[in-house]
């Protein structure tokens, strides 16, 4: 069941596509639990996304509906990926977008890792 309030998870969106092996990624790591590739298009030096192999749409989702070893699993993988890009010593910063405010594009469930250069603020000061 999907978490109130949220779609149903969508097999045809981009990133089950890129799981499926059906369109091509660039690759970063993977393992039984997540896979890791570079954003299309960078916002950051390093921008790499990072996702569950299994279907959440959201962090909520995947929070509510995933086992403890996925999700156990999962963030080891965000960790291991920012270790193997070099960025532990220099710093990164870990988001998620969810929904309509956070603006998320891709209803499979990803954390972006930025890096590489020094990220300023968390978030464009209000108006
Ligand atoms: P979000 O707005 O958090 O859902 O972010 C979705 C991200 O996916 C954006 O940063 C896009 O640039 C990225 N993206 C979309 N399609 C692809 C793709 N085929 N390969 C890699 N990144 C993608």
Redesign the pocket.
Known sequence: MPVSGLPPYDEGN??A??LRGE????TVYQDEYALA???????AAV?V?VIPKGPYVSVADFSAQAGADAVAGFWRAVAAVAHKLGLEQSGFRV????GHD??????HF?V?IFGGQPLGPMLAPRR
């Open positions: 981009i990133f596509r890129i369109i091509p990624a660039k590739f570079h954003d299309i298009a960078p916002q921008h996304l988001l998620t977008n969810m956070s603006g998320q594009e891709v209803p990803h972006h």
